[in-house]
């Protein structure tokens, strides 16, 4: 229906996409890519190209720079607040500082809940893994682990008699079967770490002989590497070295890899460990609500994912450094349920209404997980949400999954690829700068009944609370977190739109992408890319403003 309201210039960039694409999707960025190296072509346009345009750059991006040249310039807009349901984020980050919501009703430090919300001193957002004496939870179970820990006694309890063919059961049975399998994971990837680790320091050994200061670049290897070129050991070792600098796997890098495998079994595998018992509330009680904290970057030097999303998001845009979000009209509201190890429903379900309650319009959900004990509260969640007019936006998840054939990702808005329980949940795939062939990231799930539609999700440069403040990152979590700035947008110039209607203005505006892509590096067998999703389109921030404007008249 929303294509009828659609502008000629919107009919005209989808049919020249489709119908046309010898033209304006395949050819021009195979030619630029054969003129110069797939490297140079990606340091050129890294930090920007998801911001780019099809017709305009040759670039699979959102066409967001066209919406502020040609349709947003001297136009203001409104604040929109959207909250980034995710790990801790560092709000001091200098791209993020002036980005972050700030709760006026709320005094700070002063140990009161001066708006009566029900979380004290929550000034910028609440951390639902925090305790009152400021500390947080790192690592917690999975959710499976949970499945374990709660139903094993059950099941193994001889008086009990188990139905086989029981739902219960059933989980419990797919339950065990994924622990085991990544215990067993668990144990090699340990292993594997430790001989990394130690392949790592034999080779920075070596390479100490000619270098004393123990400091030396690429060039300087590569020049080593032709002053010797029968030392095969020095070789190898130089090999090596060049791979660690070049991905940034530093001591600190492989110091993290070992604690967080150490802790994977530990605490995530651990069925004895109680990962409630530092926040001090019954996880499996949702009514027991008086827990967490108000302290949302006490341990943004641990956890980054949170602070990648916001950078998508809000990143301030005026200021010349690093990157530029989607608006500077988003106020980023941070709510924490997520560390190491999987998110717990109750936390998932209370985070959404704390964001709806204090004046989101836009709820970022860029993680996930295979299984889930209290699915029901989250769809509960939705409805309030949806009642209150605000979109939640997720990733579908970075496993190369068919989610037609395995439907088990939470969150989702649907149960067992039924019915959704709300019209007002988008599930974002990722896409890649490349219109052709390899449009599709392979990581990303797929499905034309939960993934609603694609956006930009490989190479997407954004702020990090790790030392280099900045890097790349891939997956469908970055297409999530797109999506939202570009819903944030739409609501900013028409805020009187619904949330459902926002939904299916980024649905049936997004351009589509006929032609087979891979889905995996070796795939010989392609598949047409508007068959990976429900809109079979990428979100586009350009068309998505002309229909809003249009819907809005009418």
Not at 33 to 41: A, E, G, R, V, Y
Not at 226 to 237: C, E, K, N, Y
Not at 246 to 261: M, P
Not at 312 to 337: E, Q
Request: with cysteine.
């Amino acid at each position: 229906m929303h294509r009828i309201y659609s502008s000629f210039c919107l009919l005209f960039f989808t049919i020249c996409v489709n119908s046309c694409k010898t033209r304006f999707v395949y050819n021009p960025i195979i030619e630029k890519q054969n003129k110069i190296s797939t490297k140079q072509f990606i340091d050129d346009n890294l930090k920007v190209w998801h911001h780019k345009d099809i017709i305009d750059d040759s670039i699979a991006g959102t066409s967001l720079n066209k919406a502020y040249d040609l349709i947003l310039k001297n136009k203001e807009g409104k604040e929109i607040i959207v909250a980034i349901i995710d790990m801790q984020i560092d709000i001091n980050h200098d791209d993020l500082k002036n980005s972050i919501w700030i709760n006026k009703k709320e005094i700070f430090n002063n140990k009161i809940d001066d708006d009566k919300n029900g979380y004290i001193d929550d000034l910028n957002g609440w951390n639902f893994l925090g305790n009152e004496n400021g500390k947080s939870a790192k690592f917690v179970n999975y959710e499976y682990t949970r499945i374990l820990k709660k139903y094993t006694p059950i099941f193994n309890n001889s008086e009990y008699k188990t139905d086989l063919d029981s739902s219960l059961y059933v989980l419990y049975r797919k339950a065990k079967k994924k622990h085991a399998e990544r215990y067993a994971y668990a144990i090699e990837d340990t292993n594997f770490i430790k001989v990394e680790y130690k392949d790592k320091k034999d080779a920075e050994k070596t390479l100490s002989k000619y270098f004393k200061d123990k400091t030396y670049s690429i060039k300087d290897l590569d020049s080593l590497k032709q002053l010797h070129p029968i030392d095969s050991v020095l070789q190898m070792h130089i090999s090596w070295v060049d791979y660690y600098i070049k991905n940034d796997f530093t001591d600190d890098y492989f110091e993290d890899y070992k604690l967080k495998g150490v802790e994977r079994l530990n605490k995530l595998l651990n069925v004895d460990y109680n990962d409630r018992v530092l926040i001090g509330d019954d996880s499996d009680n949702l009514s027991d609500t008086k827990y967490g904290n108000s302290i949302v970057n006490s341990d943004v030097g641990f956890f980054d994912h949170g602070t990648l999303m916001a950078g998508i998001i809000a990143a301030n845009r005026n200021n010349d450094i690093g990157t530029k979000g989607v608006s500077s009209n988003i106020k980023i509201m941070p709510i924490c349920v997520a560390s190491f190890g999987d998110e717990h429903d109750k936390d998932i379900a209370l985070a959404i209404r704390y964001a709806v309650d204090n004046g989101a319009k836009v709820i970022n959900m860029s993680f996930g997980k295979e299984f889930s004990l209290y699915k029901n509260w989250v769809f509960d969640a939705f409805k309030y949400a949806e009642k209150n007019d605000v979109l939640i936006i997720s990733s579908a998840g970075n496993s190369s999954y068919n989610l037609n054939v395995f439907n088990e990702v939470y969150p989702n808005d649907n149960v067992d690829n039924g019915d959704e329980v709300s019209d007002n949940f988008l599930m974002v795939g990722a896409s890649n700068y490349s219109a052709n062939e390899n449009l599709f990231v392979a990581i990303s799930n797929y499905g034309n009944i939960d993934v609603d539609v694609f956006a930009p999700g490989n190479d997407i440069f954004t702020t990090s609370s790790k030392k280099k403040k900045y890097k790349s990152v891939r997956g469908t979590s970055a297409a999530a977190a797109i999506t939202s700035g570009i819903a944030a947008l739409i609501y900013s110039y028409y805020p009187s739109l619904t949330a459902s209607q926002v939904k299916h203005i980024i649905m049936d505006s997004g351009v589509e992408y006929t032609f087979p892509v891979k889905l995996t590096k070796n795939d010989t067998m392609k598949t047409p890319f508007n068959q990976l999703s429900k809109s079979g389109k990428i979100v586009n921030a350009y068309n998505a403003l002309i229909m809003a404007d249009s819907i809005s008249k009418k």
